[in-house]
């Protein structure tokens, strides 16, 4: 009842639309029970019409009334269903957009663990079947409950001895259906993770599918999709192996109070205790009666499969963000550049430290390099500062300001990243530099991918700054994506730019344009860069070598190189590896 509640109340703005659905229903269950009162009627006079004057004219009363009774149930059943379908369908759009914004707001901590295809099941599937709870299941439910009511109170007003006969096999029912509903739940809940895992094995295999075709592993991949599209048509089919079972029962047991009404109301006709029209009247009433008694399984079947994708929906909804902005957080403005790590502990996993006591001070429009062997936490530093992550212990500043005090949304605004891994969206080059800023011009997308060396090979594409690059810019090269990385990063023109192995998929003639155009910008803003290449590194105002997750060595690159520690032994191998590069290309 919990997510029913919830559910309700986020559906207030279709309050009205329910109401209207609500007397719609209420309206069909009166006409519904106004039907065989009618034909009993019919019988009455056909089996006493010496006792009728005109039975002619009662005759064509009835059926008069019985063709409004008809009409109005038309009228009265596309009111109900299409408002009833108007809310619950602008509910789902409703819900997905909440779970899509919680998404959005969730700390990046939250996404490393899951795959894109579960969430967006969670976004598509499970709250489409919110629809079947609010459109279908629930109005049944009221509407089978409404009709029982009311032809129950029928039937002994017909007669109350052959009433309570007729409901001698509810509580077996009842029984049934409250074990069917708890065995059925799990199943369902089975179900819709099945289901949410072959969409992300689906969603990584039609990313990954170069990979599949360059390894040859069409079968292997072939045989765990074939394995997860089997999990979930198992797990239904055990639901549908229960419903198989429950549906007889209940109509058996229904059938028995029909058998008692049969038998008992017959002896009863013959020795005159009941009138024949009341015999016909009660049955039709009788099959009204477990009419809804029988729809009751496959009404609890569409509540439980929709509050499994309820309880998933409303899982990401009640979930926390790990990192919060305080309540009287501030706005970061006028930023110029400076940034401060203080006694910096951090772990991704517990006991397991990344950051050891990473102290440092940058001053605003610095250029600094951070080297250091592969995991060594140098990315996880500009996670931090982009609050991605908060610090175990220790503080972040930025401009003396910890970046604690401030809201997310001004820290971002001050900070460009451009990854290694570069994210581009499906659409024209024009919008994907764009996106760095609201409402850019061509002149100025134009300006940032000079900037990034970009603009001559945009200028030799097809349509140039719109044409489409595809999915993830499939159609283009890796150091070409880069390119439009740091275009954006340019465009956003934040006074910290940060460049985490900006140049690694780039040539050796276009790294050298781009480090031009890094040396172009630097001064005018604070700029961290990682990377191994030296000819990026060794510009740098200030060099920080880490190792094992704590700072060795802080200089630039004279200082360093004459220390003869760490730098100096990562330049050397370097060095050597660029002099072979060379002696191979010539």
Same mark, same amino acid.
């Given at each position: 009842?919990?997510?029913?509640?919830?559910?309700?109340?986020?559906?207030?703005?279709?309050?009205?639309?329910?109401?209207?659905?609500? +007397?719609?229903?209420?309206?069909? =269950?009166? *006409?519904?029970? %106004?039907? &065989?009162? /009618?034909?009993?009627?019919?019988?009455?006079? $056909?089996?006493?019409?010496?006792?009728?004057?005109?039975?002619?004219?009662?005759?064509?009363?009835?059926?008069?009334?019985?063709?409004?009774?008809?009409?109005?149930?038309?009228?009265?059943?596309?009111?109900?269903?299409?408002?009833?379908?108007?809310?619950?369908?602008?509910?789902?759009?409703?819900?997905?957009?909440?779970?899509?914004?919680?998404?959005?707001?969730?700390?990046?901590?939250?996404?490393?663990?899951?795959?894109?295809?579960?969430?967006?099941?969670?976004?598509?599937?499970?709250?489409?079947?919110?629809?079947?709870?609010?459109?279908?299941?629930?109005?049944?439910?009221?509407?089978?409950?409404? +009709?029982?009511?009311?032809?129950? =109170?029928? *039937?002994?007003? %017909?007669? &109350?001895? /052959?009433?309570?006969?007729?409901?001698?096999? $509810?509580?077996?029912?009842?029984?049934?259906?409250?074990?069917?509903?708890?065995?059925?739940?799990?199943?369902?809940?089975?179900?819709?993770?099945?289901?949410?895992?072959?969409?992300?094995?689906?969603?990584?295999?039609?990313?990954?599918?170069?990979?599949?075709?360059?390894?040859?592993?069409?079968?292997?991949?072939?045989?765990?999709?074939?394995?997860?599209?089997?999990?979930?048509?198992?797990?239904?089919?055990?639901?549908?192996?229960?419903?198989?079972?429950?549906?007889?029962?209940?109509?058996?047991?229904?059938?028995?109070?029909?058998?008692?009404?049969?038998?008992?109301?017959?002896?009863?006709?013959?020795?005159?205790?009941?009138?024949?029209?009341?015999?016909?009247?009660?049955?039709?009433? /009788?099959?009204?009666?477990?009419?809804?008694?029988?729809?009751?399984?496959?009404?609890?079947?569409?509540?439980?499969?929709?509050?499994?994708?309820?309880?998933?929906?409303?899982?990401?909804?009640?979930?926390?963000?790990?990192?919060?902005?305080?309540?009287?957080?501030?706005?970061?403005?006028?930023?110029?550049?400076?940034?401060?790590?203080?006694?910096?502990?951090?772990?991704?996993?517990?006991?397991?430290?990344?950051?050891?006591?990473?102290?440092?001070?940058?001053?605003?429009?610095?250029?600094?390099?951070?080297?250091?062997?592969?995991?060594?936490?140098?990315?996880?530093?500009?996670?931090?500062?982009?609050?991605?992550?908060?610090?175990?212990?220790?503080?972040?500043?930025?401009?003396?300001?910890?970046?604690?005090?401030?809201?997310?949304?001004?820290?971002?605004?001050?900070?460009?990243?451009?990854?290694?891994?570069?994210?581009?969206?499906?659409?024209?080059?024009?919008?994907?530099?764009?996106?760095?800023?609201?409402?850019?011009?061509?002149?100025?997308?134009?300006?940032?991918?000079?900037?990034?060396?970009?603009?001559?090979?945009?200028?030799?594409?097809?349509?140039?700054?719109?044409?489409?690059?595809?999915?993830?810019?499939?159609?283009?090269?890796?150091?070409?994506?880069?390119?439009?990385?740091?275009?954006?990063?340019?465009?956003?023109?934040?006074?910290?730019?940060?460049?985490?192995?900006?140049?690694?998929?780039?040539?050796?003639?276009?790294?050298?344009?781009?480090?031009?155009?890094?040396?172009?910008?630097?001064?005018?803003?604070?700029?961290?860069?990682?990377?191994?290449?030296?000819?990026?590194?060794?510009?740098?105002?200030?060099?920080?070598?880490?190792?094992?997750?704590?700072?060795?060595?802080?200089?630039?690159?004279?200082?360093?190189?004459?220390?003869?520690?760490?730098?100096?032994?990562?330049?050397?191998?370097?060095?050597?590896?660029?002099?072979?590069?060379?002696?191979?290309?010539?």
């Amino acid at each position: 009842m919990k997510y029913i509640i919830k559910l309700v109340k986020i559906a207030k703005p279709y309050w009205g639309y329910l109401v209207i659905s609500a +007397i719609s229903l209420l309206a069909i =269950t009166g *006409l519904n029970l %106004i039907g &065989p009162w /009618l034909i009993r009627s019919l019988v009455g006079i $056909i089996t006493n019409i010496n006792q009728y004057p005109n039975p002619q004219n009662n005759i064509l009363k009835i059926s008069l009334l019985l063709i409004l009774s008809y009409l109005g149930g038309i009228i009265f059943q596309f009111l109900r269903n299409y408002y009833s379908h108007y809310a619950a369908w602008h509910l789902v759009a409703d819900v997905r957009m909440m779970v899509y914004d919680k998404l959005q707001n969730l700390s990046y901590r939250y996404f490393v663990d899951k795959q894109t295809g579960q969430l967006m099941s969670r976004v598509v599937n499970d709250t489409a079947n919110l629809e079947m709870l609010i459109a279908h299941a629930v109005p049944d439910l009221i509407s089978n409950l409404l +009709i029982l009511i009311g032809v129950a =109170t029928i *039937l002994f007003i %017909i007669n &109350p001895i /052959l009433a309570s006969l007729s409901l001698i096999p $509810i509580p077996f029912l009842l029984l049934s259906s409250t074990f069917f509903a708890k065995k059925i739940m799990p199943i369902f809940r089975r179900a819709q993770k099945a289901l949410a895992d072959l969409n992300a094995d689906l969603q990584d295999n039609l990313s990954g599918i170069r990979e599949i075709q360059l390894f040859n592993k069409q079968e292997k991949e072939y045989k765990k999709i074939k394995e997860k599209v089997y999990q979930q048509i198992n797990a239904l089919l055990s639901a549908l192996k229960l419903s198989a079972i429950f549906h007889p029962t209940v109509g058996f047991l229904s059938s028995l109070g029909t058998l008692i009404v049969v038998s008992v109301g017959g002896m009863m006709a013959i020795s005159g205790k009941i009138m024949v029209q009341d015999i016909v009247g009660f049955l039709l009433y /009788l099959g009204m009666f477990y009419q809804p008694v029988n729809a009751l399984a496959q009404v609890l079947e569409n509540i439980q499969q929709a509050l499994a994708g309820a309880e998933r929906v409303f899982e990401v909804l009640e979930t926390e963000p790990e990192i919060k902005e305080k309540e009287n957080a501030i706005e970061l403005k006028n930023v110029k550049g400076k940034i401060t790590f203080e006694n910096v502990y951090f772990s991704y996993n517990p006991g397991i430290p990344v950051l050891k006591n990473i102290s440092f001070e940058i001053n605003p429009g610095e250029m600094v390099a951070f080297v250091g062997p592969t995991g060594v936490g140098k990315t996880t530093i500009m996670y931090l500062l982009n609050r991605f992550f908060d610090p175990e212990s220790g503080s972040i500043k930025i401009d003396d300001i910890d970046i604690r005090d401030v809201t997310l949304k001004s820290l971002h605004e001050n900070i460009s990243m451009v990854l290694q891994d570069v994210f581009l969206f499906n659409g024209t080059i024009f919008e994907n530099i764009a996106y760095g800023k609201e409402g850019a011009t061509l002149e100025e997308v134009i300006e940032s991918a000079k900037v990034a060396q970009a603009h001559d090979f945009i200028m030799n594409l097809p349509k140039g700054y719109y044409t489409e690059i595809g999915e993830r810019g499939v159609k283009l090269s890796g150091g070409q994506k880069q390119r439009l990385a740091i275009a954006r990063a340019v465009l956003k023109n934040s006074p910290i730019l940060i460049l985490d192995e900006a140049t690694s998929s780039v040539d050796t003639e276009t790294e050298t344009e781009i480090q031009k155009a890094i040396n172009n910008l630097a001064g005018t803003r604070t700029i961290l860069i990682i990377a191994h290449r030296l000819s990026t590194v060794k510009r740098a105002d200030k060099i920080i070598v880490l190792k094992d997750g704590e700072i060795v060595e802080v200089g630039n690159h004279e200082e360093l190189m004459k220390r003869k520690g760490l730098y100096y032994k990562l330049c050397s191998v370097q060095f050597a590896e660029d002099k072979m590069a060379e002696i191979i290309r010539n």
